[in-house]
C-alpha cells in the first residue's frame, strides 16, 4: 500500500515544490451580433504567437483563446466576409486584414476597425488594456476583466455605441448602401493636425479634434486619438482573463454590475467616466429605430428552430 501512496503524492510534491510557473491568460470571445462576425488577431513583434490568428464566430457563439503569458496584441472583429468564387480569396468589408484567408498569419486589420489592445504582465507584473477607435471604427465591442484581484482598479472598458449611425458622411464607409465603418479623419484626411504627426507629434501639440470628440462623447472610455490615453488605459493584475464581447447588449451590462462607475482602472480621470453616454444612446435610439430589432433576433431565430423541430 505504501508504495501507491508515494506514487501518488510524489508528483503532488513536486508540483509545489516547483517555482511559480507564468500562467496563460484566457480571451473569451463571444459575438453577440445578429450576423457572423470573423475575429482577427495580431500579436506585437517580439511577443509569443497565438494558437490562432484569425476565425468565424457565428451569432450566439463564444470561444476562449489561451494566450501565453506577457502576450501583447491585438484583436478585433471583420465584417460581411466571403470567399471570392473565382479566386478562392478570402476577404471581408470591414476590418479585413489582406491576408487572403481566415487566418489573418501576422496581418493587422485594414482601418477602420474598433480594436481591442492587450499587453498582459507588462510593466509592473500588471496587464494594460484599451478599447482604440484611433484607426475609426466598425463594430461595438466590450472588454470585461475576470477573476482579477478581488478591490483591484480594474473595470470594463469598450465602445456599446453604433457609431456607425451616427458618423458623419465624410468618414462613413459603405458596402452594399449599408454603413459599416467609420473613418478616423487621421485615416480619412491625413493631415498631420488629425493624426499627431509632425509638428503635431506630441501630446502637448496634439489635441483633441471635433472628429475625436464624436468618438469620445459616443465612447467615453476608448481611444479617439493617439494621446487620449489619460482616459482610456485600463490596468489589472497579471493572471486576468477577460471577456470579449462583439455588439454586446446595454442592459446585460448593466445587470451584470460593470456598470457606469465600476472600475476606472489606475487613472484618476477615467474615474466616474461612464462607459455608455446615455445621452447619445437616447439621441441614436430616437432615429434609428432599426436597432430595435437586434435584441429580439436570438428569440426569432430560436422561435424558427422551435418550429422546424416541432414540425419534422
Ligand atoms: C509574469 O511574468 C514573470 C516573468 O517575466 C513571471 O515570473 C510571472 O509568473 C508572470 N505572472 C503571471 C501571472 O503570469
Ligand atoms: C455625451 O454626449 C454629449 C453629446 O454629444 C456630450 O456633450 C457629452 O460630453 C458626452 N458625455 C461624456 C461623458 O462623454
Known amino acids: 500500500m505504501a508504495i501507491p501512496i508515494f506514487f501518488v503524492l510524489l508528483p503532488l510534491l513536486l508540483l509545489f515544490m516547483l517555482p511559480e510557473r507564468a500562467m496563460p491568460a484566457t480571451l473569451s470571445m ?33 470561444r476562449p483563446i489561451e494566450v ?13 466576409c466571403s470567399t471570392d468564387p473565382s479566386t478562392g480569396r478570402f476577404s471581408c468589408a470591414s476590418a479585413d486584414c489582406g491576408s487572403g484567408a481566415v487566418d489573418c498569419s501576422g496581418s493587422g486589420a485594414s482601418p477602420p476597425a474598433t480594436l481591442a489592445e492587450f499587453t498582459l504582465n507588462g510593466s509592473g507584473g500588471m496587464d494594460f488594456f484599451d478599447v482604440s477607435l484611433v484607426d475609426g471604427y466598425n463594430l461595438p465591442l466590450l472588454i470585461v476583466p475576470e477573476g482579477g484581484e478581488p478591490g483591484g482598479r480594474c473595470g470594463p472598458t469598450g465602445c456599446l455605441v453604433d457609431v456607425n449611425g451616427l458618423c458623419p458622411s465624410e468618414l462613413r464607409v459603405v458596402a452594399d448602401g449599408e454603413a459599416v465603418a467609420c473613418r478616423s479623419a487621421c485615416d480619412a484626411f491625413g493631415t498631420p493636425e488629425y493624426c499627431c504627426s509632425g509638428a503635431y507629434g506630441g501630446p502637448g501639440t496634439c489635441k483633441p479634434s471635433i472628429y475625436s470628440q464624436l468618438f469620445k462623447n459616443a465612447c467615453p472610455r476608448a481611444y479617439s486619438y493617439a494621446y487620449d490615453d489619460a482616459t482610456s488605459t485600463f490596468t489589472c493584475s497579471a493572471g486576468t482573463s477577460y471577456l470579449i464581447t462583439f455588439c454586446p447588449s446595454t442592459t446585460s451590462l448593466k445587470s451584470s454590475g460593470s456598470g457606469p462607475g465600476s472600475g476606472s482602472g489606475n487613472n484618476p480621470q477615467a474615474v466616474g467616466l461612464p462607459l455608455i453616454n446615455d445621452t447619445m444612446v437616447f439621441l441614436q435610439g430616437s432615429y434609428s429605430a432599426g436597432e430595435m430589432v437586434v435584441p429580439m433576433m436570438p428569440v426569432v431565430v430560436l422561435g424558427l428552430l422551435w418550429a422546424v423541430w416541432w414540425f419534422l
Do not use: M
Open 30 to 62: 463571444t459575438n453577440n451580433c445578429p450576423f457572423p462576425i470573423w475575429p482577427g488577431l495580431l500579436s506585437s513583434a517580439g511577443t509569443a504567437p497565438l494558437p490562432t490568428t484569425g476565425f468565424l464566430l457565428n451569432p450566439g457563439e463564444s
Open 68 to 80: 501565453p503569458s506577457s502576450w501583447s496584441g491585438r484583436l478585433w472583429g471583420r465584417t460581411l
